[in-house]
């Protein structure tokens, strides 16, 4: 599968913005999918990750309740739901895919890492 992400941009804090990901190939429905980001001088950081059947979700603690992972089997497509955006979500978002089952934080974990899109957030 390849990844392309989509949808970031700059906005005010408080604002939202909803990041896509439409992955190639038929296999799509058997990935958990995810997303981590990356902010300047920062590691790498889990934000969310969706099963592959789209029942389960886990969402990092710093974003949860306002950070919404969803999928759409049918269409090939991840997407992240950011409400209440605050300067500290600016970063790098980058969409990926792993084969084996499980929701699991490490980077390592994940196979296919898609580009990144840029969200900027303004105080």
């Known amino acids: 599968v390849q990844l392309q992400a989509s949808g970031g941009g700059l906005v005010q804090a408080g604002g939202s913005l909803r990041l896509s990901c439409a992955a190639s190939?038929?296999?799509?429905?058997?990935?958990?999918m995810g997303w981590f980001r990356q902010a300047p001088g920062k590691e790498r950081e889990f934000v969310a990750a969706?099963?592959?059947?789209?029942?389960?979700?886990y969402i990092e603690d710093s974003v949860k309740g306002r950070f919404t992972i969803s999928r759409d089997n049918a269409k090939n497509t991840v997407s992240l739901q950011m409400n209440s955006l605050k300067p500290e979500d600016t970063a790098v978002y980058y969409c990926?895919?792993?084969?084996?089952?499980?929701?699991?934080?490490?980077?390592?974990?994940?196979?296919?890492w898609g580009q990144g899109t840029q969200v900027t957030v303004s105080s």
């Open positions: 969706i099963s592959a059947s789209g029942g389960n979700t």
């Open positions: 990926v895919a792993k084969r084996a089952m499980g929701l699991v934080r490490a980077a390592t974990w994940y196979d296919v």
């Open positions: 190939g038929r296999t799509f429905s058997s990935y958990v």
